[in-house]
Each structure stands twice: as C-alpha cells, then as structure tokens.
C-alpha cells in the first residue's frame, strides 16, 4: 500500500470562540487528485490555510511522514507544500515575470536555476510568456489565474493546494485551467483541490471528502460520490426521483 503524502487526522481551526473546522481527517497519496467540497462556511479555506500554516490547529498534520506543526509557512513551502489562494494575492503593479520570480522567493534559487524554472512555466502558459513585461493587475482573470498557478510552481511543489480555482472564470478557461492541473499531475505534483463547483471537483480528482460545517460528512471516489444521491441532489443540481 502507498504511503500518504499527507495525512490530516482530527484537525481542529477555531477563531475565538467559533470552531471552523470540527475533527477532520483527510489523507492524499502521491499522484493523486483530492477534491474538498461543501457550501460556503464548510471551513474548505481554513482547511487549506491551516496544512499551509497560515493559522493555528490541533491534530495530526504530516506531510510525507514529517510532522508539519511548529514549522512555519516558508518551512513547509521549503518541504514541498503550496497554497495558490482563492484571491489569488498577485503583486498587482509588478509584471508578470517579477510575480513568478517571487513565487521561488522561498527556494533562494541561483540564476540558472530561476532561469530554468521560469521557462518551464511559460511552457506550460504561453500567454504568461507573451505577457512577461506586463502589469499583474492588467491581465484578464484566467490569466491572473494562471499567473498565480505559474507563481506556486516556481517553487516546486509536490502537493498544490488550489482554492477555488474556477472562481469567476468562463466555462472554456475553467476547462483550461483543469487540463493544466491534469497535467501536472502526469508530472508527478499531487494536487489537494478545494471546489465549489462540485461537478467540476468531482469530475477532475480521484478522490472527495464533502465538508459541512466543518466537519467530513462523505467520503469517498470521486466517481461514486458523483453518483451519491445526496450529493446530487445538494451539490449537483439533481437528484432521484424518489426525492
């Protein structure tokens, strides 16, 4: 059996007095697609944004069998974790070259080393290399996207955790977007994918975990939550006719 490359096991977030995040465990392997979904306030952000260390937690969090607590973000960063956020958090007024060279900031890259990983990343987005002089902000939002996909990169990464990674976007970029996360799966990053959009989650991951509340509700393949009548029915736009 394969090892996990992550393992969370009963993860506790609060802010004050409010619990975010209720006991959740949740396990990804190498090579693997996870999607996370659920309703706004599921806790899917404070998920990521505590395995990124980002904010304080209890339980079990480790990371190819190293345990992550007591490291900081450019630590975990370091050992192969990054966020790509839901906001993006591009550096608005500095092109799009200078965005990706930040996103190696952590990794302290010697020169040819930069210069490899930046053509590695224009490979995979032609339009970020035609837009390398250009201002961050004045990119279009798929393009942003890709920039802050492009950014995480940089860093190398074994597992990328995205954040709503269609948020806002038009059908045909979303589908562009995914077919690029499908390939760095090929490439061996592994991918832990927080999606509202559960029909596009489900249909691009190996494996789902449904949160609600905070807590897991479902688990399970990706193919067979797909086929769930509560999620169908909650999620996906339908359900069976004895609903």
């Known amino acids: 059996m394969t090892a996990a490359l992550l393992e969370i096991g009963d993860l506790h977030v609060s802010y004050g007095r409010v619990e975010a995040v209720c006991g959740v465990s949740l396990s990804l392997a190498p090579g693997q697609i996870v999607s996370v979904i659920g309703p706004n306030g599921a806790g899917k952000t404070t998920l990521l944004a505590a395995t990124m260390g980002l904010l304080p937690s209890t339980g079990t969090l480790r ?98 955790m995205l954040d709503e990674p269609s948020l806002g976007l038009a059908p045909l970029i979303v589908c562009e977007i995914l077919a690029i996360v499908r390939t760095l799966r090929e490439d061996g990053v592994s991918i832990l994918l927080v ?23 479902l688990s399970g393949a990706s193919s067979i939550l797909a086929g769930d009548a509560r999620v169908q029915a909650t999620y996906l736009g339908g359900g069976t006719d004895d609903d």
């Open 63 to 160: 990371f190819e069998g190293e345990d992550l607590r007591g490291l900081d973000v450019e630590a975990r960063v370091e050992r192969g974790l990054c966020l790509v956020p839901e906001k993006r958090e591009l550096f608005g007024d500095l092109s799009v070259q200078d965005n990706l060279q930040l996103g190696a900031y952590a990794k302290r890259l010697n020169g040819s080393t930069m210069g490899r990983r930046l053509q590695s990343v224009y490979a995979l987005f032609p339009r970020l290399a035609e837009r390398r002089s250009q201002l961050a902000r004045t990119l279009s939002g798929g393009e942003q996207q890709m920039l802050a996909l492009g950014r995480a990169l940089m860093s190398a990464p074994r597992l990328l």
């Open 195 to 217: 999606e509202q959009n559960a029909r596009v989650a489900l249909e691009n991951s190996d494996h789902g975990y449904v949160l609600e509340s905070g807590e897991v509700a």
